[in-house]
C-alpha cells in the first residue's frame, strides 16, 4: 500500500511480560516486571490529516480508537495541521492475549499524531501520559521507545511510570514460539477492571518470592541473552515463569491461565524446550528457541500432535520505535 506524502506510517512490535516482580504490599515499590520485547504480532497503522476524523479499522476498535484520539488531543500542546485525522489500522494484534497490545496501540497513535504536528520529539514518558499508559506495568512503554530484554523496577508512588532499569539486546538468532489456543478453548486474559479485582483477591506476594525473581532477571536471565548463554536463559525464564504463576494460581485457575495450554507444556519440554512462561494474564504461552530452526521444528512437532493449538514464530526486537 502506498501512503499519501503526508502520512505517518508505525509499525510496532509485542510486549511479552514474563511476571510482576511484587504486588500487594502496601510499602516500596509495586509491580514492576521483566519483559522482552518481539516482532509480532503488533500493530501497523497509516495516520493521514483530513477535515474530519475517520477510522479505517475493525468496528471493535472504533470507540476506543475515537476516545483516544480525543484523550490524546486533549494532552497535546501542538495542533495538528487539519482538524481531523483518517486513522487506518492495517493490522491488528489479538487483544486480551498478553501482548501489551493497549499500550502499543496507545503509543503508537500519540507518536503519529505527533509526528503530524511536527511537534520536537515527545519522550516516550510523555507519550504514555498523552494516552493514558503505565497505570501499573511500563514494560511496554519502555519497550516501545528501546526494544529489548527488559526490566523495570515499579512504582515507588502510585501513579508513577516505573524506571528501566536494565535494558539488554536479545540475541538476534533465537526465536521466541507463541502458543494460542483454538477459537473453541479460547479465553482473553485478565484487563481492566476484571484484572484490579483479581489483583485484589490475592495476598501479598511473598518477599522470598520477590526476591528470588530479581535474582533470577539479574544473576541468570539479563546475563544470559547478554552472552549468548540459551541453556540457562531457557532454565531461569522456566523457573522465573513458574514462580510467577504459582503465586497468580488461585485467580487464574492454575500455573497457566489456559487449560489446554497447560496439559501441553510437559510435552514441549519433554521434546527439549524447556523454556516456557505465560506472557502476562495469558493465555498466550512463549516458548525460547535457540534458533529459527529450533523453532521451526517445534512448530512442526506441535502442529502434527496438537492442531488445535495455535503457533507463531516471533524473533526478538531490539529496536523500539523512537
Known amino acids: 500500500m502506498s501512503l499519501a506524502p503526508d502520512a505517518v506510517a508505525v509499525q510496532t512490535g509485542a510486549r511479552l511480560h514474563f511476571g510482576l516482580l511484587t504486588q500487594g504490599h502496601e510499602t516500596g515499590r509495586r509491580y514492576g516486571g521483566l519483559g522482552l520485547m518481539i516482532d509480532q504480532p503488533g500493530w501497523s497503522l497509516s495516520l493521514t490529516p483530513a477535515p474530519?476524523?475517520?477510522?479505517?479499522?475493525?468496528?471493535?476498535?472504533?470507540?476506543?480508537?475515537a476516545a483516544l484520539l480525543a484523550r490524546i488531543r486533549q494532552a497535546q500542546a501542538a495542533p495538528l495541521p487539519m482538524p481531523g485525522v483518517t486513522l487506518e489500522v492495517l493490522h491488528a494484534p489479538p487483544a486480551h492475549g498478553g501482548f501489551g497490545s493497549g499500550t502499543q496501540l496507545g503509543l503508537a497513535v500519540a507518536w503519529g499524531l505527533s509526528q503530524l504536528a511536527r511537534e520536537s520529539p515527545p519522550s516516550v514518558l510523555e507519550l504514555a501520559r498523552r494516552a493514558g499508559r503505565g497505570l501499573r506495568s511500563a514494560l511496554g512503554i519502555h519497550g516501545f521507545a528501546l526494544g529489548g530484554l527488559l526490566l523495570e523496577a515499579g512504582q515507588s508512588e502510585r501513579g508513577q511510570i516505573g524506571p528501566l532499569i536494565a535494558r539488554v539486546e536479545t540475541p538476534a538468532h533465537w526465536r521466541i514460539v507463541l502458543l494460542q489456543p483454538g477459537t473453541e478453548t479460547s479465553a482473553d486474559g485478565l484487563a481492566g477492571d476484571a484484572e484490579t479485582q483479581a489483583l485484589g483477591r490475592?495476598?501479598?506476594?511473598?518477599?522470598?518470592?520477590?526476591?528470588?525473581?530479581?535474582?533470577?532477571?539479574?544473576?541468570?536471565l539479563l546475563p544470559a541473552a547478554q552472552e549468548q548463554r540459551f541453556d540457562e536463559?531457557?532454565?531461569?525464564l522456566w523457573e522465573y515463569g513458574s514462580l510467577v504463576g504459582d503465586y497468580f494460581a488461585p485467580v487464574q485457575g492454575g500455573r497457566f491461565a489456559n487449560r489446554r495450554l497447560a496439559g501441553l507444556v510437559p510435552r514441549v519440554r519433554e521434546l527439549g524446550f524447556p523454556g516456557i512462561a505465560q506472557t502476562s494474564w495469558g493465555p498466550t504461552l512463549a516458548v525460547a528457541c535457540a534458533s529459527e530452526a529450533a523453532g521451526r521444528e517445534l512448530q512442526t512437532r506441535l502442529q502434527r500432535e496438537a492442531p488445535d493449538v495455535t503457533t507463531l514464530l516471533a524473533q526478538p526486537s531490539n529496536r523500539g520505535v523512537l
Open 52 to 65: 474530519v476524523d475517520t477510522l479505517l479499522a475493525p468496528p471493535a476498535w472504533h470507540d476506543r480508537l
Open 202 to 220: 490475592l495476598p501479598p506476594m511473598p518477599s522470598a518470592t520477590t526476591d528470588r525473581l530479581c535474582g533470577l532477571a539479574v544473576r541468570h
Open 233 to 236: 536463559f531457557a532454565e531461569a
